[in-house]
């Protein structure tokens, strides 16, 4: 692999000497890597994975559309915050393509790390106004410009669909294993697609939107302020519910999506209060009284289709997101749902707080 690296790096005008070539582990569908360069310059190669994404070139255009956007706006407002930049091949594209591999590189933001789960509410803030600025400097793209490059990504309908073809073929070892989950995906499905129809029905505004926004997916400096959105590749019109419901997701819980003591798995309404409050100070003044209102349905949607996505690549066997242990889908579905378990025990602290940041 490391040859292969060092040709793509060539391909995208980093010259040798490198200095070293590392594989960054956390996403589930990309694989991605850090390079140095000898003059400690530093890049991440990212290689696309095309059975997901069959629309590559529309990926890199939403991309390179919405980055140079938040770089003029993070600029004129005089924000904290960058914008991430894309490479040119020496053929002048952002976008590499090697028989049916697909890659594309960006400059590494130096001085900054990612987190996988907090306990600070500080860092939760932060979190919220990046969030929260990601999408009021976003709100000047026309939506329909920005490309539906997984369609129906985050629809629930979609997504049960999916889940009852998985469940017709599914192993009978898994279905035994999955039985109490298949039980409350069942049991909730029918409000957790209230979100989808409002949306078909047109009641609320289409924004460009990051599809992603958990908490892995920001850059935060040494002093734990937000410094940059980063993992674009969801980029796609859609609604405000499902990336204020992703960060919470994501964020106001103290553990990972795949931790597997129920115990260490529950809304932590401390770190909620400090999210919500970053993410209104940003996002108040543009949106709408029926974004608002539908806020918390967003968190419980968007984590039934977590667990709802988990749950039918376990029955699957296992073929969409990456994994390093048996079962380890199963895990993650069962934490999601354990953690939707939990928003529902909380929804009215859940709804005062966010009335009282929003209004
Ligand atoms: C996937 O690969 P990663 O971690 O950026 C997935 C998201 C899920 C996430 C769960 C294209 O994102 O939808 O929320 O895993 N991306 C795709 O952590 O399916
Ligand atoms: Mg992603």
């Not at 590559?56 to 991309?63: A, D, Q």
């Not at 709100?139 to 979609?158: A, C, G, Q, W």
């Amino acid at each position: 692999m490391t040859q292969k690296l060092k040709h793509i790096c060539k391909v995208f005008g980093i010259e040798s000497p490198i200095k070293s070539i590392e594989t960054l582990h956390s996403g589930h569908i990309n694989d991605t890597f850090l390079v140095t360069h000898k003059n400690d310059e530093r890049f991440i190669i990212q290689k696309l994975n095309s059975k997901v994404f069959k629309n590559i070139e529309f990926v890199i255009f939403n991309k390179i559309l919405v980055t140079n956007v938040l770089r003029d706006n993070y600029k004129k407002k005089n924000l904290p915050y960058q914008a991430i930049t894309y490479l040119k091949t020496t053929q002048n594209k952002y976008l590499h393509q090697e028989a049916d591999s697909y890659w594309n590189v960006m400059e590494f933001i130096p001085n900054t790390k990612t987190l996988e789960k907090t306990e600070i509410p500080e860092i939760a803030f932060e979190a919220g106004k990046l969030y929260g600025d990601f999408i009021v400097n976003t709100e000047s793209i026309l939506p329909e410009s920005v490309t539906e490059t997984l369609k129906n990504f985050h629809d629930v309908p979609f997504r049960l669909t999916q889940f009852e073809d998985a469940l017709k073929i599914a192993k009978p070892y898994r279905l035994e294993l999955a039985n109490d989950l298949i039980a409350f995906a069942q049991k909730h499905k029918k409000t957790m697609c209230t979100l989808a129809y409002l949306r078909a029905e047109n009641r609320f505004p289409i924004r460009v939107t990051h599809n992603d926004a958990k908490l892995s997916n920001i850059l935060f400096d040494n002093n734990n302020k937000g410094k940059a959105v980063i993992d674009l590749d969801t980029i796609m019109p859609g609604l405000i519910h499902y990336d204020f419901g992703d960060s919470v997701r994501s964020i106001c819980t103290k553990s990972t999506e795949d931790e597997t003591d129920l115990s260490k798995i529950y809304i932590d309404l401390e770190l909620y209060e400090a999210y919500c409050s970053g993410f209104a100070l940003k996002t108040k003044s543009i949106l709408k009284p029926e974004e608002i209102e539908y806020l918390p349905l967003g968190i419980q949607t968007i984590i039934f289709i977590m667990g709802l996505r988990f749950l039918t690549d376990f029955l699957n066997n296992d073929t969409y997101y990456k994994t390093t242990h048996a079962n380890h889908n199963l895990d993650r579905a069962i934490n999601q749902f354990n953690l939707l378990a939990s928003v529902f025990d909380n929804l009215k602290a859940i709804e005062r707080i966010t009335k009282q940041h929003f209004t």
